[in-house]
C-alpha cells in the first residue's frame, strides 16, 4: 500500500474538510486562469486590431496615443481635425489637380505633387472623418476604399465582406451622396437592416439630429475589429450635412468645378476644398522599408502627427494596461497564497485527531519521514486536484463566453486557449501547497508514539 | 527469542526529578513459547511492550531479539526491526477510521519489506471470520469484530513476536473469549513467540506461563506509578 494511496484515503475521509480547503484552492486557481486569460485576449485583440493594413495613422498634433485609439478603435475624445490640403499632400499633382477640379479651390494646389506622394508609390491613404454618432456608436465619413484596401483578421490578410448588400458608392442617381454601410454589431444592437434609413447625431450620442439620412446600403460580416462598432458614411455626404462645412477664409483661393453651374436645382454642391477638414488619415506607404523616414517627414510637419497603431498599442500595454494587468494578477496571487495558508490550517487542524492515527502506524513500523510523505502528499492531493479543478473551471468559464469574447474583440478562444504564464501556474501552486504541508508534515513528523498511543 | 537484562525505564517528572518505572533485572521469552505478563493498572505494563517494541528508549540495560541488540539501534532501525519482527495488539485496537478491515489488514505489512501479500491479508482476515466484511470502515464493525481486525494486522507482517496489550479488556466476554483463542491458537499455528499483558486472571490462566509483573520488576509500585 503505497503513501500516495494512504493520503488519498485521508483525503477521502476527511471528505467535507478536503472538498472544502480544495474548493478555496479552485476557485484561486480559477481567479488566477481567469485574468491570465483576460489579459491574453485583451492583448491579442489591441495587436489584431492595429493591424488592418495600414501601417501609419496621420492626425492633427497631440497625443499619438489618442490618435491612435481614437481612429483606430473609435475611443478617447474626438481629436482636432486637419486641413483637406494636408491629406491631398500624398497624392501626386495629377491627383491633386482632379481634386482640385471635381471639389473646386486652388488650382495652384494642382501644380504641384504633394511633400509625401514620393513614399506612396503603391501604397495609399484613405481619410476619415469623425464628430457625429448613430446612438452609442460612432460614424465614421469615409471614401468607399476604406472596404476596397483595407484587410482584416490576424494576418489582415481578409477583405471585408457583406452580411447583407454592398460597399457605398461615391455617388448615384439613386441615393445621391448619401449612402451608409454599418458595422455588424451597430446591424444588430440597433436593429437595423438595408433599405432602413440611418439618421446621426452631432457631436455626442445625445446631440441633435442633421435632419439629412443616409440610406444604409450594406451590414458588415462580423470582423472583430472595432469596425463592427462604426457606422460608415459617404465622406461626401458626411460634408453635406448640417455644420461639418469650415468657414472658408478670406484669403482663400477658390475656383469652383464646372459641375457647380451645370448641377440641378436639388443637386447638393460639394464642398470646396478649404471647407473640408478630415480628422485622420490611414497610410500605408508603398515600400514598408520608408515607413519610419514617413513619420519623420510628417512629424515634421506643422500640423499633423503620424503615429503607427501597433507601437502605440504596444506602449499602452507596456505602460498602462500591463501594469493594472500586472496588479490584478498580483491580488489573484495573493488569492492563492491564502488557498494555499488555507490548506496549511485545514491539515494542521486535523493533526490533533490524527496523531493517534500517526501513532498507530509508526506503531505498524512506519518510519517518521513515511508519515511527513503522508501529510506532503495530502497537501500534493489538495493541490493537483484544487488546480486541475481550477484551470478546468476557468477555461469552461472561457468557453462558454468564446461566443461573446469573439462577437466583441474577434478573439476566438476555445477550451484549451492557454497562455505561457498557465504552464507555470500549477507547479507554482503545488510548490505553494507542499510549502503549506511542511507545517503539519512536521508536526507528524514530531508525533511521539509512546505518548499519543497511551493517551 | 527474548532476553531482557538490567533494563530500567525513568520518566522526567513534571515538577523535576526523575521517577523509575521500570527495573528489570532478567526477562527472557523462548521461541514459540506464549508467555502471560499479569499485573495492576498502571505497573508499568504498556511501558515494556513500547520498550521491547522498540517504540520508547531504554535509560540503560539491554533488550536483544533474536540476537538483535534493540538498544543500540538507530530510531530507523528500531522502525524497520519493528515492521519485519513485531507485531502489536492494542487494547483500543487503533484501527485507522478511513481504511476498510482488508486494508487495515494491509497496511499491517505495507511498512515492512514494502511488498503487499493481498491473499494474505484475505486469508487472514477469513481466519478471523470477517471475510464477508473486508470492505467494512471500522466504525461499521462491532467492537469485538474490530478487534478481530486489530489481531489479523498484526499478524499480517509475520512477526516473530507478538505483543499484545490487554487485548480483551474492551471486548464483551463473549468476544474476549474468541479474541483469546485467536491469538493463541494463530501465534502456535504461525510459530509466533508472545507476550500478553492483562490484569485478568481468568485471561492469564489460559497461557503455558504466566509472570507477574511485580516479579519482574524491582521498580513495581503497588500504587501504580508506571503507565
Not at chain 1, 441615393?175 to 446591424?187: D, I, K, P, Q, T
Not at chain 1, 497564497?337 to 505498524?364: E, F, Q, T
Not at chain 2, 513467540?193 to 509500585?221: G, Y
Request: glycine share 10%.
Amino acid at each position: 500500500m503505497s503513501l500516495l494511496f494512504i493520503a488519498w484515503r485521508n483525503f477521502r475521509y476527511r471528505a467535507l474538510s478536503s472538498f472544502l480547503t480544495t474548493l478555496s484552492l479552485t476557485l484561486g486557481v480559477g481567479l488566477v486562469v481567469l485574468v491570465m486569460s483576460v489579459y491574453g485576449i485583451i492583448s491579442e485583440a489591441f495587436v489584431r486590431n492595429a493591424s488592418v493594413g495600414y501601417n501609419l495613422v496621420v492626425g492633427p498634433k497631440g497625443s499619438t496615443l489618442q490618435l491612435t485609439l481614437n481612429a483606430v478603435y473609435y475611443l478617447s475624445q474626438p481629436i482636432e481635425n486637419l486641413p483637406y490640403t494636408e491629406y491631398m499632400e500624398f497624392y501626386p499633382k495629377e491627383k491633386r489637380a482632379e481634386m482640385v477640379r471635381t471639389f473646386g479651390g486652388d488650382p495652384a494646389l494642382g501644380e504641384r505633387d504633394g511633400v509625401y506622394a514620393g513614399f506612396m508609390t503603391d501604397g495609399y491613404a484613405i481619410p476619415l472623418a469623425l464628430g457625429d454618432y448613430f446612438g452609442e456608436f460612432r460614424v465614421v465619413g469615409t471614401t468607399p476604399d476604406f472596404f476596397e484596401l483595407l484587410k482584416h483578421g490576424p494576418d489582415a490578410d481578409q477583405p471585408f465582406t457583406f452580411e447583407e448588400g454592398r460597399n457605398f458608392e461615391f455617388h448615384n442617381e439613386e441615393n445621391s451622396y448619401f449612402e451608409c454601410v454599418l458595422g455588424s454589431r451597430v446591424a444588430a444592437q440597433m436593429g437595423m437592416r438595408v433599405g432602413d434609413v440611418m439618421n446621426p447625431t452631432h457631436g455626442d450620442p445625445e446631440g441633435k439630429g442633421h435632419g439629412q439620412g443616409f440610406q444604409i446600403v450594406g451590414v458588415l460580416d462580423p470582423t472583430g475589429t472595432p469596425n463592427d462598432r462604426a457606422a460608415f458614411v459617404n465622406l461626401e455626404g458626411f460634408y453635406l450635412l448640417e455644420g461639418h462645412a469650415k468657414p472658408i477664409p478670406d484669403d482663400a483661393v477658390i475656383v469652383l468645378p464646372e459641375s457647380a453651374e451645370t448641377a440641378g436645382p436639388d443637386e447638393p454642391l460639394l464642398l470646396t476644398i478649404p471647407e473640408r477638414e478630415v480628422t485622420s488619415i490611414l497610410v500605408r506607404n508603398g515600400n514598408l522599408m520608408m515607413a519610419p523616414l514617413l513619420q519623420n517627414r510628417i512629424k515634421e510637419s506643422v500640423r499633423a502627427e503620424a503615429a503607427t497603431p501597433i507601437g502605440e498599442i504596444n506602449k499602452l500595454m507596456t505602460m498602462i494596461v500591463g501594469p493594472l494587468m500586472q496588479a490584478l494578477l498580483a491580488i489573484t496571487l495573493i488569492t492563492c497564497v491564502v488557498a494555499a495558508v488555507g490548506v496549511l490550517v485545514a491539515i494542521y487542524n486535523s493533526m490533533n485527531d490524527r496523531k493517534r492515527d500517526i501513532a498507530v502506524m509508526r506503531a505498524l513500523g512506519a518510519r517518521r519521514g513515511s508519515v511527513t510523505w503522508i501529510i506532503l502528499f495530502e497537501s500534493l492531493i489538495i493541490a493537483l486536484v484544487g488546480g486541475i479543478a481550477g484551470w478546468v473551471l476557468a477555461h469552461l468559464g472561457i468557453l462558454a463566453a468564446s461566443p461573446l469574447i469573439e462577437a466583441r474583440t474577434g478573439v476566438q478562444v476555445g477550451f484549451f486557449s492557454m497562455s505561457t504564464y498557465e504552464l507555470y501556474l500549477l507547479p507554482l501552486v503545488i510548490g505553494l501547497s507542499l510549502l503549506a504541508g511542511i507545517v503539519p508534515a512536521a508536526s507528524a513528523y514530531r508525533t511521539d508514539v509512546g505518548t499519543n498511543l497511551s493517551a | 527469542m527474548l532476553a531482557i537484562e538490567n533494563l530500567i525505564k525513568r520518566f522526567d517528572q513534571p515538577g523535576g526529578g526523575e521517577l523509575t518505572v521500570l527495573d528489570v533485572p532478567q526477562f527472557d521469552i523462548a521461541e514459540g513459547e506464549q508467555v502471560a505478563l499479569i499485573g495492576q493498572s498502571g505497573g508499568g505494563k504498556t511501558t515494556l511492550l513500547h520498550l521491547i517494541a522498540g517504540m520508547l528508549t531504554a535509560t540503560s540495560g539491554s533488550i536483544r531479539i533474536n540476537n538483535l541488540e534493540l538498544t543500540r539501534l538507530s530510531e530507523q532501525g528500531r522502525d524497520r526491526f519493528r515492521a519485519g519482527t513485531i507485531g502489536y495488539v492494542f487494547q483500543t485496537f487503533n484501527l485507522l477510521p478511513a481504511f476498510s478491515a482488508l486494508e487495515n489488514v494491509k497496511l499491517g505489512m505495507s511498512f515492512g519489506n514494502g511488498s503487499v501479500d493481498a491473499a494474505r491479508a484475505s486469508d487472514l482476515l477469513d481466519r478471523v471470520g470477517l471475510s464477508d466484511r473486508a470492505h467494512y470502515r471500522p466504525n461499521q464493525l462491532s467492537v469485538g469484530q474490530q478487534q478481530r481486525v486489530a489481531i489479523a494486522r498484526a499478524l499480517a507482517g509475520r512477526p516473530k513476536l507478538l505483543l499484545a496489550d490487554e487485548p480483551t479488556a474492551n471486548v464483551d466476554p463473549a468476544s474476549a473469549d474468541t479474541v483469546l483463542n485467536l491469538i493463541i491458537d494463530s501465534c502456535r499455528d504461525e510459530n509466533i513467540s508472545l507476550l500478553m499483558v492483562t490484569h485478568s486472571m481468568d485471561v492469564a490462566q489460559r497461557f503455558q506461563r504466566c509472570d507477574k509483573l511485580e516479579d519482574i520488576n524491582r521498580a513495581f509500585s503497588p500504587l501504580g506509578a508506571g503507565t
